[in-house]
């Protein structure tokens, strides 16, 4: 009996070395998909970048989870995905917790309105008295009489820090609505004659009014050469001290590559390269 037992102990430590090997053997091996996760800015970007990296890479799976920049910058603190998008810098807490910042693009925040909106152009300084609730109607700024309805994003969103922080607004903006994907914010801008709102350039299209911004339009050209004021970065973000699987290391290398950059274009930002 008790040469049984002894001998069933040593046939259950076996096992338990023969599956922590496995364990082990399964840990080194390499992703065959790619978990990008945050910026709903960065969608039609990530999404051209991800398309074409399939297209060149058999048999590896790209994802994008567009849950919003504070999201998946915690989503690579912790090791949720393996890139996280941020359409704002880190900020220093974030960089001394770990993470590295890479800038993959710089994108225009258009400040967006109805069609039917007559105005035109706003300097910075109208931008902010507008969303501080110092100038309420449009009249008082060369529209139609009518009160502005202020459209912006959720805290936590990449687009919203970025505007806040341009236009010297943090803590001082009484939102009607705040809403959870730049879609969102145009959606509801075009179905309303006296709202105003921002969202990343590249995804604005015939159903809102990008303005001027202190007589320059936003563009590739001004944003690239600086002159629209109201631009962000585009940001992969990574952790110090994990390495990213050969797979994702493969497609961190295509984004930021030369080949990429015309791409990047495509989805209406300017490349960093």
């Given at each position: 009996m008790r040469k049984t037992k002894m001998k069933n102990k040593i046939i259950a430590l076996s096992l338990a070395g023969i599956l922590a090997l496995a364990a082990f053997a399964g840990c080194s091996n390499e992703s065959n998909t790619v978990s990008t996760d945050g910026s709903t800015s960065m969608e039609e970007v990530?999404?051209?970048?991800?398309?074409?990296?399939?297209?060149d890479n058999e048999g590896i799976t790209f994802t994008y989870n567009p849950t919003g920049s504070g999201t998946g910058i915690k989503a690579v603190q912790?090791?949720?995905?393996?890139?996280?998008l941020s359409s704002r810098s880190l900020k220093q807490e974030e960089k001394?917790?770990?993470l590295t910042e890479t800038v993959?693009?710089?994108d225009g925040i258009a400040i967006i309105v109805n069609p039917q909106n007559t105005v035109e152009d706003l300097t910075v300084e109208q931008i902010a008295s507008i969303f501080k609730g110092e100038i309420t109607n449009w009249k008082d700024i060369g529209g139609s009489d009518g009160d502005i309805v202020l459209i912006g994003r959720e805290a936590g969103s990449g687009t919203?820090?970025?505007?806040?922080?341009i236009t010297g607004t943090e803590g001082a903006i009484k939102y009607r609505q705040e809403l959870t994907s730049t879609g969102d914010v145009i959606t509801t801008v075009a179905g309303n004659e006296n709202a105003i709102g921002y969202a990343s350039l590249s995804a604005v299209k015939d159903n809102v009014k990008a303005l001027s911004v202190?007589?320059?339009a936003p563009d590739e050209g001004t944003i690239k050469d600086g002159s629209y004021v109201v631009q962000r970065p585009f940001v992969l973000v990574t952790k110090n001290g994990t390495g990213l699987s050969e797979s994702a290391q493969k497609f961190f290398d295509f984004a930021t590559s030369n080949e990429a950059a015309n791409l990047i274009a495509s989805a209406g930002v300017v490349a960093a390269v």
């Open positions: 990530i999404n051209v970048l991800g398309e074409k990296f399939m297209k912790e090791g949720k995905c393996d890139i996280g001394d917790s770990g993959l693009a710089l919203r820090d970025g505007f806040e922080s202190g007589g320059v």
